[in-house]
């Protein structure tokens, strides 16, 4: 059974910093790329980060270019998200995913049917 458990989330106040983490169990986690998306109130999902099996390759929409860093660790089976210069729009659900095929030049992910409880980012002062 396919697990991913998002953690990390919380209240932050505008400029201020959170690391997401994701978990994923049940599946050989090393052989997919991971992304990590967000869905805020009456919003489509959007993509804000991908990675490459060995982590080596890298991309973020450009929304959060420059303030966002993802990470992963084969190892511990978690990929994380380091989320720097918040803003108010930055507040949404954030769910990791592990991707079926991607181009992360191209930010081109076929996700899978694997999705967690997500974990709530809110931007506020």
């Known amino acids: 059974q396919v697990q991913l458990v998002e953690s990390g989330g919380g209240l932050v106040q505008p400029g201020g910093s959170l690391r997401l983490s994701c978990v994923v169990s049940?599946?050989?986690?090393?052989?997919?790329?991971m992304a990590w998306y967000r869905q805020a109130p009456g919003k489509e999902r959007e993509v804000v980060a991908a990675?490459?099996?060995?982590?080596?390759?890298?991309n973020y929409a450009d929304s959060v270019k420059g303030r966002f860093t993802i990470s992963r660790d084969n190892a511990k089976n978690t990929v994380y998200l380091q989320m720097n210069s918040l803003k108010p729009e930055d507040t949404a659900l954030y769910y990791c995913?592990?991707?079926?095929?991607?181009?992360?030049?191209?930010?081109?992910?076929?996700?899978?049917?694997?999705w967690g409880q997500g974990t709530q980012v809110t931007v506020s002062s």
């Open positions: 995913n592990p991707a079926k095929a991607a181009s992360i030049v191209t930010m081109s992910l076929v996700p899978t049917d694997y």
């Open positions: 049940g599946l050989s986690f090393s052989i997919h790329p």
């Open positions: 990675i490459s099996t060995t982590g080596d390759r890298t």
